[in-house]
């Protein structure tokens, strides 16, 4: 489950950043506290579309975004990709 865990982390960080601290060494755990959460998703076998719809709510809710709902479902996406099957 820890590389499951760390995947999910580089994929939150390098591809979804929806506030845009990637390139900040400082932020490499900015999104950490949606992991467990996001893990757990994948390894219960949620669909891309549960997984983008989580993404979508951290952005609108959690954050104060405005939301990205192409960028969630593409990350959706690789986060299923991940999936144990």
Excluded: K, N
């Excluded at 900040?24 to 996001?38: F, H, T």
């Excluded at 076998?45 to 709902?69: I, K, N, P, T, Y």
């Excluded at 960028?71 to 144990?84: D, S």
């Amino acid at each position: 489950m820890e590389g499951l865990r760390r995947a999910i982390g580089e994929i939150l960080l390098d591809h979804w950043d929806p506030i845009g601290v990637a390139g900040e060494a400082a932020a490499r755990d900015e999104y950490e506290s949606y992991v467990p959460v996001i893990a757990g998703l994948v390894a219960a076998g949620a669909s891309a579309d549960v997984l983008a719809g989580r993404l979508f709510h951290v952005e609108q809710v959690d954050m104060g975004l405005w939301g990205d709902a192409t960028r969630a479902r593409v990350i959706g996406e690789l986060l299923f990709g991940l999936g144990v099957r």
